[in-house]
């Protein structure tokens, strides 16, 4: 009981630094291209709505959440895209989602972009790389 | 010498959970007020210049340092104030320093406000209460 208890710690820990990592890849885009971008920490633990990054230059800011999956379809939770929306709309940001597949780039999507599969949302792989912006393309 | 460095990990740690108390306090201040507010991951650990807290609403963006102290002079190292004017540069957002001391509210400067000692900059208790602004004051 205790072992399984501490391989399912160690799966939601590797998830979790996964997680960490992509984030932390895309922030260092941002700041090679001179923006300034920020880690929320607790992104997932705090009561009030939250995002992944932050991102912002003079004028424009952008709040994010990163998504990565080795599968085609990627699903979020509506949690995740009304937390997105709350955050956005009180901070002043444009609400933007960030979803990685196995072995593409980074590809954004808004909102309205992504369809509703039940009461969670999708991101197809193929669709998304033909609808999707890549990184220069959403920072012009 | 192993206890030494166990003791000395265990100071740090109440220092960083200090700290992090005290930005948690300050941005369930913003939340209650209706603005959206993040703390930073990592802040004191990236390459990159970087503040402990972002605080926005649809007009204003706030890039926030936060330090409490016993005592009634708190320094600041000239990194803390050029990480401060660097992230809010780029990213667009007005640079604050919120300070507590022991039994008084949330103080807000700007880093004019806070004179230069030495190599360090230094804000006095009395001035501050003088000088800074309360959260009302900030947020109006």
Tied chains: 1, 2.
């Excluded at 996964?18 to 895309?26: H, M, P, Q, T």
């Excluded at 709309?89 to 989602?97: D, T």
């Excluded at 954004?108 to 039940?118: A, C, N, P």
């Amino acid at each position: 009981m205790r072992r399984r208890l501490y391989e399912g710690f160690l799966i939601k820990m590797s998830r979790k630094s996964k997680g960490i990592s992509a984030e932390r890849d895309l922030l260092h885009k941002f700041w090679a291209a001179g923006w300034a971008c920020l880690r929320a920490a607790g992104s997932g633990s705090m009561k009030y709505p939250c995002v992944d990054l932050i991102a912002g230059n003079k004028l424009r800011k952008l709040a994010i959440e990163c998504k990565t999956s080795k599968n085609t379809i990627k699903y979020l939770s509506k949690e995740d895209i009304d937390q997105l929306k709350a955050f956005s709309g009180l901070f002043g940001a444009e609400p933007w989602i960030a979803v990685r597949f196995y072995k593409t780039e980074w590809f954004f999507v808004s909102i309205e972009d992504i369809r509703q599969s039940g009461i969670n949302f999708a991101i197809d792989k193929n669709i998304i790389t033909l609808k999707g912006l890549l990184f220069e393309e959403l920072i012009k």
